[in-house]
Each structure stands twice: as C-alpha cells, then as structure tokens.
C-alpha cells in the first residue's frame, strides 16, 4: 500500500515558477513509477509527466517542467518554470508498480495503482 500527499500548489502570475512535492508512504517507494496528471476545469484529467526513464513528458510541457526523485525523502517534484493561464489545474501524483510487460512512458491512467488528492495549480495573466 501506498500513499501519496502532493504539496507546492498555488497561486502564481504567468510566467513563474512552482515547484510540486509528492511526498510517498510505504516500502518500495524506489522501484514506483511516479506519474503527475493534472485536470483543469471541465476537462478530462491528463498526462504531465512521469519518472520513466529519465523522465517523461507530455507534448505541452515544451521544457518547462522537470520531474525528478528524492528517494531518501519518499518524494518526487515537479518543478514548473514559465507558467502559463492554461497550466491551471489541480495536479496530482500517481504511483505504479513496476510491470515487466510495461515498455511505455507511464502516461496512461490505467497503469497507476495509487493516486494522491491533488493540489490547485492557478496561474493568473
């Protein structure tokens, strides 16, 4: 079982930066794949980023954001630079066991075992 808290959420102009915190409980927390999704408001939840590989990210990133891993802390950030109106949303952190038989990026919803409650993303112009 595992456990997931996001923190780092707020209220920034365009243009700043934010960085998010999924802080893990439970073992293992190493061998997880860490994925962030985010939902704005009416829309579907979507794919951001994830730990696969050397990091994963969705096509609207355009490298403004870099995830990375603390394992000693239990905790993967987001770190989001540029921030853009559109980049509102309530993000959440994911986690999912490793699966042999998976070779993608992680982007999908279905390959996550366990999700946190999200932390609101609003970006003001």
């Known amino acids: 079982q595992v456990q997931l808290v996001e923190s780092g959420g707020g209220l920034v102009q365009a243009g700043g930066s934010l960085r998010l915190s999924c802080a893990a409980s439970?073992?293992?927390?190493?061998?997880?794949?860490i994925g962030w999704f985010r939902q704005a408001p009416g829309k579907e939840r979507e794919f951001v980023a994830s730990?696969?590989?050397?990091?994963y990210y969705a096509d609207f990133v355009e490298g403004r954001f870099t995830i990375s891993r603390d394992n000693a802390k239990n905790t993967v950030y987001l770190q989001m630079n540029s921030l853009k109106p559109e980049d509102t949303a309530v993000y959440s952190c994911?986690?999912?066991?490793?699966?042999?038989?998976?070779?993608?990026?992680?982007?999908?919803?279905?390959?996550?075992?366990?999700w946190g409650q999200g932390t609101q993303v609003t970006v003001s112009s």
């Open positions: 994911a986690a999912a066991a490793p699966r042999p038989t998976t070779r993608g990026p992680y982007s999908r919803q279905y390959e996550y075992d366990y």
């Open positions: 439970g073992r293992s927390f190493s061998s997880y794949v």
């Open positions: 730990t696969r590989w050397s990091g």
